[in-house]
């Protein structure tokens, strides 16, 4: 496979100048014509060749002596530690709560419309505009429908969190 932005692989395939990469990320193609001579350029791109050629050689050491992820097996890959499994027992368990929250609120203080409209645009990702054209009614009717049921639902949680028994005071 042929790597693009590999300075090794440009320089070593280009016999006729030497190629290198700038502090910018350019990559730049010094030719014959640059050098004073031609024993120069043949001695710097013998210099060029060599030098790349060892880099390569490191980057090949190092990479052959690791393992991407896709070569490990997935037994090894799916492991949880102790500290992901507790925190990931621990979010989801709260993720639950705050979805049996929301959802309590959802139908305790929000009319049918306002719920509609507010999973059409927070749940669903539709654009205000896009409620108002389906329900053939202003853009401004939508907006303040959705601004009040998330006022609800904000007093709403406030109330719950002031009067729960965790609550620190």
Not at 108 to 132: F, G, N, P, S
Request: aromatic share 8%.
């Amino acid at each position: 496979m042929f790597e693009h932005k590999n300075i090794f692989v440009l320089n070593k395939k280009d016999k006729e100048a030497i190629i290198y990469q700038d502090a910018n990320g350019r990559i730049i193609r010094l030719t014959r014509e640059v050098f004073a001579s031609e024993e120069e350029f043949l001695r710097w791109k013998g210099w060029s060749d060599e030098n790349y050629h060892d880099a390569e050689k490191e980057r090949h050491v190092e990479s052959n002596h690791a393992l991407s992820l896709e070569e490990l097996p997935e037994s090894i890959a799916v492991i949880e530690s102790p500290e992901e499994m507790f925190f990931s027992d621990r979010q989801e368990g709260e993720r639950q709560q705050l979805r049996d929250l929301l959802m309590a609120g959802y139908d305790a203080c929000l009319t049918d419309k306002q719920r509609r409209r507010l999973w059409l645009h927070c749940v669903d990702k539709l654009t205000l505009e896009q409620i108002a054209g389906a329900e053939k009614v202003s853009h401004q009717i939508i907006s303040r429908s959705v601004a009040v049921a998330k006022r609800k639902l904000k007093k709403y949680f406030e109330k719950q969190v002031a009067e729960s028994p965790f609550q620190r005071r």
